[in-house]
């Protein structure tokens, strides 16, 4: 299909009757999800001390802000009341993952899996930006790689497959990164250096590291940049467990059985930890 077709195909739908008012349904919904949120959920921690805290003047005055200074454009919500923004941004990680499964034809079973899982929970509790590169992959390069690598140690590893088909694509956070510097000044060990030594550090770094190269090679021959994208936390020396929900979403999707052993493997973990804490 040319792009004339999907066009022309695109118009026609917004067209009818029925795409606005199934639009008028949603939105309503969203609304209604916001104010409930707002109301009844609790604060996440993330969001609470560090991106409701932003400031589009100098982001990196946030001591806890570890991500490239370019991603406060992307959370115009945080400059709203806390509560409001607070549930805003749940609502973007529910939806991106839902949109995610549903443009990778994850069906049900994927959205049992992600929504039910304890790294989804760590991100409810926390209520983190990893709705971002999750969007920056499904988009994929030029629409998203700005989302994607805004967050890379989750699903950064997708940049190389993009590389691979045109490496031009490497200029769009080049040239973003640039314009940081020049407007925010040139302070990267602020995003290259995370809380490493953290407990909520889960990176199997540097063990993983031959895993996760040979799973970069999978993707390379078979230029998968989801299977490039979920070796990335083998890689990379640090990563929260709430990161880790893109990786089940994307292997709920593409790769059930990985997921299902991801999946159990992590609740195994979860009920481990509480019988030796308790």
Same mark, same amino acid.
């Given at each position: 299909?040319?792009t004339?077709?999907?066009?022309r195909?695109?118009i026609?739908i917004?067209?009818t ?6 639009? %008028?349904? =949603? ?8 104010? $409930?949120?707002? +109301?009844?959920?609790?604060l !996440?921690?993330?969001?609470r ?6 400031s589009f003047?100098d982001p ?6 570890f ?23 749940f609502?973007?990680n529910?939806?991106?993952?839902a ?8 069906g ?5 899996l992600?929504?039910?899982s304890?790294?989804f ?9 990893d709705?971002?590169?999750?969007? %920056?992959? =499904? ?5 998203g790689?700005l989302f $994607?690598?805004? +967050?890379?140690?989750?699903? !950064?590893g997708?940049?190389l497959?993009w590389a ?9 956070p ?5 314009l940081?510097f020049?407007?925010w ?5 602020n ?5 490493l030594?953290?407990s909520f550090?889960f990176s ?10 040979y799973?970069l ?9 989801y299977?490039?994208a ?18 089940l979403?994307i ?13 159990f ?14």
């Open positions: 299909m040319t004339k077709d999907i066009r195909e695109a026609s917004i067209g009757s029925a795409f606005w008012w199934k639009s %008028g349904v =949603v939105i309503l919904c969203l609304i209604v999800s916001v104010a $409930l949120l707002t +109301k009844f959920y609790p !996440g921690v993330d969001w001390v560090t991106f409701s805290q932003l003047a990196y005055s946030v001591d806890s802000f991500n490239p200074p370019f991603t406060v454009l992307f959370l115009p919500h945080h400059v709203l009341p806390l509560h409001l923004s607070n549930a805003i941004n609502t973007l529910i939806i991106v993952i949109f995610a499964i549903y443009r990778l034809n994850g049900w079973l994927a959205m049992a992600v929504f039910t304890p790294v929970f760590d991100l409810a509790r926390t209520n983190n930006i709705w971002l590169p999750l969007l %920056g992959l =499904v988009l994929g390069p030029y629409w790689i $994607l690598v805004s +967050k890379p140690q989750s699903l !950064g997708a940049l497959i691979k088909r045109d490496w031009k694509v490497l200029l769009i080049l040239a973003a990164i640039l940081a020049a407007i000044g040139f302070r990267p060990t995003f290259v250096s995370p809380p030594d953290a550090n199997p770094f540097p063990i993983g590291i031959p895993y996760g190269l799973l090679w999978q993707a390379w021959k078979s230029d998968d940049s299977l490039a979920v070796a990335t936390p083998l890689l990379v020396p640090y990563i929260a467990p709430y990161s880790l929900t893109g990786v979403c292997l709920s999707c593409r790769h059930k059985k990985a997921a299902m052993w991801f999946y493997a992590i609740w195994a973990f979860v009920i481990v930890e509480i019988r030796r804490h308790y």
